[in-house]
């Protein structure tokens, strides 16, 4: 997952700049490698465990297209806590904060605010 995310941030981020040259675009990864732990397996096999924590955020706004996004997420152990937002089409912004471990599973606070629209006639 955490690839597949890391890919994604950069294939934007090369899009963004390629296609719209005032966009801005940054990202920020820290893994933090752990001991090799052995754990036994099925059947008598060992098999190896890394205590898995990382760090990583991106932010995107292009203003030319509306595209303004942002995460950062947290994860040590079984425990991820994140948050992102987005802008959306209708001119609201979506804000959620999310958690997980193995104990309670995932949980995810959604927020959403509006930006006062003026019209002039």
Request: hydrophobic fraction near 25%; charged fraction near 20%.
């Amino acid at each position: 997952m955490f690839s597949k995310v890391l890919c994604f941030v950069a294939i934007t981020t090369v899009v963004v700049a390629q296609d719209h040259g005032h966009a801005f675009s940054s990202n920020h990864i820290s893994r933090h490698d752990g001991h090799h732990e052995a754990v036994h397996g099925h059947h008598g096999h060992i098999d190896y465990f890394t205590h898995p924590k990382y760090e990583f955020d991106y932010k995107v706004e292009d203003h030319h297209t509306g595209d303004q996004k942002s995460q950062h997420e947290h994860r040590d152990g079984g425990a991820v806590k994140g948050s992102y937002s987005l802008h959306q089409p209708d001119g609201s912004v979506r804000h959620v904060d999310y958690y997980a471990d193995d104990h309670s599973g995932f949980r995810a606070d959604v927020k959403y605010s509006t930006h006062h629209l003026h019209h002039h006639y």
